[in-house]
Nanobody, 122 residues
Framework: VQLQASGGGLVQAGGSLRLSCEAS????????MGWFRQAPGKEREFVAT????????YVAEFVKGRFTISRDNAKNTVYLQMNSLKPEDTAVYYC????????????????WGRGTQVTVSS
């Protein structure tokens, strides 16, 4: 599985962005998907995950109520809708695929895409 994230950019605080992650390969619908982020000087952290069917999602507490993860298996794409963005959301965002259903542990993801930069100005 190859993953390509897009949709990042510069936005003012309070604004919105939608990240997309397109996967290659016909087995996309077999994988749970996740979003992680890494800010400068900080460790990578979990943001959101979704099961292969889309029936179950989980987002980190610090983005709950602001971020939503979804997927369209017909388009081999997973999305991260980010609303009410804050300067502390500034980071490189990565999408990843896991055969473990869904997970908030990065080491359970087998495939990673190249990140997309999100910058939120105050």
């Amino acid at each position: 599985v190859q993953l390509q994230a897009s949709g990042g950019g510069l936005v003012q605080a309070g604004g919105s962005l939608r990240l997309s992650c397109e996967a290659s390969g016909r087995t996309f619908r077999s994988y749970g998907m996740g979003w992680f982020r890494q800010a400068p000087g900080k460790e990578r952290e979990f943001v959101a995950t979704i099961r292969w069917s889309g029936s179950s999602t989980y987002v980190a507490e610090f983005v709950k109520g602001r971020f939503t993860i979804s997927r369209d298996n017909a388009k081999n794409t997973v999305y991260l809708q980010m609303n009410s963005l804050k300067p502390e959301d500034t980071a490189v965002y990565y999408c990843a695929a896991t055969s473990h259903g869904s997970s908030w542990y990065g080491n359970e993801y087998e495939y990673w895409g190249r990140g997309t930069q999100v910058t939120v100005s105050s």
